[in-house]
T-cell receptor, first 114, second 116 residues
Framework: AQTVTQSQPEMSVQEAETVTLSCTYD???????LFWYKQPPSRQMILVIR??????QNATENRFSVNFQKAAKSFSLKISDSQLGDTAMYFC???????????FGAGTILRVKS | GAVVSQHPSRVICKSGTSVKIECRSL??????MFWYRQFPKQSLMLMAT?????????EQGVEKDKFLINHASLTLSTLTVTSAHPEDSSFYIC????????????FGSGTQLSVL
């Protein structure tokens, strides 16, 4: 069974600074997708970034980038130039290409301070 | 981008009644949809996986007779909470899977269920 672990329940960062959220996962599958989702107070789940396991290049989306270490089964999210609107709960998630379950980590509450 | 519509967004019902929640993929066909339950400040707990035209696969500990899932078409899945009780009060979220080279999962806006 796949598991996703986020070891940081809460984090804070000053506006304009950089913060990294950690995520590790466990799977026996070789081909899968990893995601970071953001859930603001509205509770709408918003896709932040996705990574395909067969791609070695780390995904980037504007201020958001990942450090994907397949051998270590690590998938951290870096947020650069943090903004107040980045305040939210962030979830790391996994799904196998041929799998049928999207598994979430416990989440990390990120607070951006002015 | 792809949109998933979920409604109602909020429902209040009396104990013992049934409540149906709809999840629609508006501009893509979703062969797989997921139903989650979320308690305040906690993660999404997968309840069941719904595949079009077949029976849903429930996670361990989720009562299939209590939470009826129907995925009758490639764009619609429904979750019916039968004989609801106060302990069923929660936030329910659906997700639709867009498979292919640009694999993505899109989420509905969620339904807050309150059972009195």
């Amino acid at each position: 069974a796949q598991t996703v672990t986020q070891s940081q329940p809460e984090m804070s960062v000053q506006e304009a600074e950089t913060v990294t959220l950690s995520c590790t996962y466990d799977t026996s599958e070789s081909n899968y997708y990893l995601f970071w989702y953001k859930q603001p107070p509205s509770r709408q789940m918003i896709l932040v970034i996705r990574q395909e396991a067969y791609k070695q290049q780390n995904a980037t989306e504007n201020r958001f980038s990942v450090n994907f270490q397949k051998a270590a089964k690590s998938f951290s999210l870096k947020i650069s130039d943090s903004q107040l609107g980045d305040t939210a709960m962030y979830f790391c998630a996994f799904i196998g290409v041929y799998g049928n379950k999207l598994v979430f980590g416990a989440g990390t509450i990120l607070r951006v301070k002015s | 981008g792809a949109v998933v519509s979920q409604h109602p967004s909020r429902v209040i019902c009396k104990s013992g009644t049934s409540v149906k929640i709809e999840c629609r993929s508006l501009d893509f066909q979703a062969t797989t949809m997921f139903w989650y339950r979320q308690f305040p400040k906690q993660s999404l707990m997968l309840m069941a996986t719904s595949n079009e035209g077949s029976k849903a696969t429930y996670e361990q500990g989720v009562e299939k007779d209590k939470f009826l899932i129907n995925h009758a078409s490639l764009t619609l899945s429904t979750l019916t909470v039968t004989s609801a009780h106060p302990e069923d009060s929660s936030f329910y979220i659906c997700s639709a899977r867009q498979q292919g080279p640009n694999e993505k999962l899109f989420f509905g806006s969620g339904t807050q269920l309150s059972v009195l």
